[in-house]
């Protein structure tokens, strides 16, 4: 059983920079693939990165490459997504959540547990 809890959201001008954090309970942190996804009010929940067990590994959506990072850092059972030049139609709920695939996977049926979220609003 893994535990996820955000944190570092809030509100920022368009242009602007946030940096989430996910901490994960449990020792067996390293031995999860780790993805975030963001819902819009009223739109399905999208994939926005994910990163592999070892951290070698990152996948970004077009939507956001170039612009995020993620990264981990498993003696501290955390995983942290950098925003920079943020957009308006970035605004929505932040989650991370933990899969047990090999490598990554983009599709959030793949991952077991999920944080609650964190609000993210974008002001143009």
């Known amino acids: 059983q893994v535990q996820l809890v955000e944190s570092g959201g809030g509100l920022v001008q368009a242009g602007g920079s946030l940096r989430l954090s996910c901490a994960a309970s449990g020792p067996t942190f390293s031995s999860y693939a780790m993805g975030w996804f963001r819902q819009a009010p009223g739109k399905e929940r999208d994939f926005v990165a994910a990163i592999s067990r070892s951290g070698e590994s990152t996948y970004y959506a077009d939507s956001v490459k170039g612009r995020v990072t993620t990264s981990r850092d498993n003696a501290k059972n955390t995983v942290y997504l950098q925003m920079n030049s943020l957009k308006p139609e970035d605004t929505a709920v932040y989650y991370c959540?933990?899969?047990?695939?090999?490598?990554?996977?983009?599709?959030?049926?793949?991952?077991?547990?999920w944080g609650q979220g964190t609000q993210v609003t974008v002001s143009s």
């Open positions: 959540a933990a899969s047990t695939v090999v490598g990554f996977t983009t599709v959030a049926g793949f991952y077991d547990y």
